[in-house]
């Protein structure tokens, strides 16, 4: 699962002497849970929602590629409502726009979470990020947006406030960013994420499978959750242990075969350790040439099986 966190300064973990923040610590807890996690913190100081919109798209486009397991959290508001030159950086109207363009453009591509923009020391500062939050919920509630609000909990939270005064007035250090992150990792937005695969490392096996580029197409519009059907000439379904073994079918045979399009795909998956150990392991040549063979009839109780998306590693062509 690839995950970018996107938004402001409380994103990035400003002024946390453990540079973590609180999205650092809820993916340390979730690795520390056996999920496999790419982590992007892509917040960036001072940001707005004007300018998280012009570009969100782009940072996520270079790291959530289409066929991955990518997801999306949001997190801003609170430079939306400090003071410049007399007047809010972001009018309260053109937050709330924009917070329905990025979500509602977002949702189309990933899952998508929001987090709402944490208080201040400044109590009349706070209530304008409140009455924000308010807004943002509601938003978040017609696209079907899960959202968190942390303006309320963290207004009542001691261990916040005495960090905010005993800092910049509007970042907390490290027991404050903890205390944020407590209450994104309790969410049931967040741990809905990971509900359906609740499984370790240690409970899986990973497996390879080179594949030409008629099932490559196939594969992408299962959304990368699983294996077309064989063909009636084809009973036996060829996934293997190692990823050297792939790169020589894909490399090797695929590139050279009509029927594959003179294309070859090394992909990547994960299967269920406790279903993939009745087969046994068949050697055919030297030990990195280790497959299993599953029926074509069993392939859809394997598709079952398979934790996660497939991945490809790599492509190769004439």
Known sequence: ????????????????PRCLGWTGRICAAACGRGHDITYYNLGIRGETSIDIETRWFADISSRLPHYSDGKIVFSFGVN????????????????????????????EIFPVLMVGPPPVIDADRTIVIDNLSTEFAKICSELKVPYL???????????????????DGSHPRAAGYA????????????KAWFKNINISDKETVTLFRAVGKKEMELIKESDFLKFPPRLSFQPIFYPVLHEEYAVQIARDWNTKDAASGYFGYVTRFRVAAEFIKKYPVQTVGTSIHQEYWIPAEE????????????????????
């Open 1 to 16: 699962m690839r995950i970018c966190f996107i938004g402001d300064s409380f994103v990035c973990g400003t002024c946390d």
């Open 80 to 107: 939306d409502t400090a003071i410049a030159n007399g007047k809010t950086r972001v009018e309260f109207d053109k937050s709330l726009e924009n917070t329905r363009y990025i979500l509602n453009s977002a949702k």
């Open 149 to 167: 609000d942390v303006c309320t909990p963290l207004q009542e939270s001691e261990i916040w406030q005495k960090e905010l005064a005993a800092n």
């Open 179 to 190: 205390e944020l992150a407590r209450l994104v990792h309790n969410w049931d937005g967040w």
């Open 299 to 318: 392939l859809a109780e394997f598709n079952q099986n398979i934790i996660g998306k497939i991945e490809i590693c790599a492509e190769y062509q004439p």
